[in-house]
């Protein structure tokens, strides 16, 4: 079993930044992907950027150039940077962690975008 906690949501005014972590515990495998999700309110949840084991990242076209995802093999943490947010980027953001073919969830964080 794999225990992923994450932190770093909030509200923030447009144009303004945030950055998510999700630190993993447990039985961790060298070899994993992780990324990031996100569900609105009435809207079903969408893939928001991945990092492969060997580094390889996808974006939902939505984010590219504004959002970076970065992962800590060290600190088995995996990192979302957020510029330039908008208001439609405001969701409960989820973790994944997927390993030997499980797919394992944070609790989400909540993130608010609104002046």
């Known amino acids: 079993q794999v225990q992923l906690v994450e932190s770093g949501g909030g509200l923030v005014q447009p144009g303004g930044s945030l950055r998510l972590s999700c630190a993993a515990s447990?039985?961790?495998?060298?070899?994993?992907?992780t990324g990031w999700y996100r569900q609105a309110p009435g809207k079903q949840r969408e893939l928001v950027a991945t990092i492969a084991h060997g580094g390889w990242t996808n974006y939902v076209d939505s984010v590219k150039g504004r959002f970076t995802i970065s992962r800590d093999n060290a600190k088995n943490t995996v990192y979302l940077q957020m510029n330039s947010l908008k208001p439609e980027d405001t969701a409960a953001y989820y973790c994944?962690?997927?390993?030997?073919?499980?797919?394992?969830w944070g609790q989400g964080t909540q993130v608010t975008v609104s002046s």
């Open positions: 994944n962690w997927r390993q030997l073919g499980n797919d394992y």
């Open positions: 447990g039985s961790i495998f060298s070899i994993y992907s």
